[in-house]
């Protein structure tokens, strides 16, 4: 491979969350084991180099005052959504800038609706969007997500419909590709849903952070894309954080066609006067929405398709009684072990700090309103998936 994919970044005391903190309260590694970050959703890949040269050519120049987003930054978005996404008619109006994703997601509940109003969203569900929601006092509506005879989730459009009207609710937050499952939605359901949304009158949040990191046989399909209703009734959020590892240098964007739902989102936005870029973050955003990022990215997916498939194979054969979706896009892995649990009268807390306690650190995926299960990050070099995995096998999955 041209790229680098396979040093182990000693990561601890250079701050990073994943490798500094474990998300157990008095859970502890056993000594002889060291600590595998296989939780939080960051990368442990050395950056593109292009991101690195950025950020280097920019730092030539010893003054970091105030400046105005250039054209070059607008125009790298347009540039790899056409290239990634097959947008065509996205302009720089279109365009704002957010702190990240998150952020928007806040700004754009907080203009379009009232505390008390709920929010309808999918279950499993991203804990930052039960965090956010639950701050700034949306209640949620779950319409869960339902597995087919093959495993994959599916949407229930039926239950979203239902659940809109009883609940009176006029804004959804959709997650695209969806984080935990590991969905890439394909163009007929985002179809589906969006009528159901539109039948209502329905406002659309759309998460697409996760939209870069699509596996081999499967297309992101950009929720704005599948019709001009869709187009004017979404607010959709992007950002290079999760594709090129930069969640720690801050910046997210969102695509806004419709001149009344982005006029009140930057209004909203601009109130704080800190939602703005970090000189660095613009140039590393820069490094990566070029040729050689796209060039490092593709690279990227082909060493997390791997790892996934490894993942995966080795989870049937040697977990009896775990399950698990192949994730079509992010770099998560959705473990559902309720047979597991239920055949050794088990509970999931029993099990992650059994993981920690060899050094495999993993996520709680009930946080993610879902029971027994687990989320695990496999962006890593596949050196230290084996020895997790190996480990699990070991000393966990007995």
Known sequence: M???FTTVLHRKGRDSTAAEVIPFANAHVKEGFDPIPMWVADMSFPVAP?????IKKRMEMPNYGYFQLPDAYYDSIIWWQQRRNGVNGLERQHIGYENGVLGGVSSAVQVLSCPGEPILIHSPTYVGFTECLKNI???????PLKRDENGIWRMDYEDMDTKIK???IRLAIFCSPHNPCGRVWERWEIERAMEVYAKNDCIVISDEIWSDIIMPGHRHIPTQSVSDDARNRCIALYSPSKTFSLAGLIGSYHIIYNDYLRQRVQRHSSMSHYNSCNVLSLHAHLGAFSPEGEEWADEMLSVIDDNISYACDF???NFKGVKCMRPQGTYMLYLDCSEYLRE???DIMTLLLKGV?????????EAF???DSIRMNLALPKSRLIEAFERLKKYVFL
Request: proline residues 6%; glycine residues 12%; without cysteine.
């Open 315 to 317: 989870i049937k054969d």
């Open 166 to 168: 009883k609940n009176y």
């Open 357 to 365: 306690e060899y050094g495999v650190i993993w996520q709680n995926g």
């Open 137 to 143: 006092g949306r209640p949620i509506v779950h319409s």
């Open 2 to 4: 041209k790229y680098d």
């Open 344 to 346: 050794r009268g088990m």
């Open 369 to 371: 309103q879902w029971p």
């Open 50 to 54: 292009s991101v690195e040269a950025a």
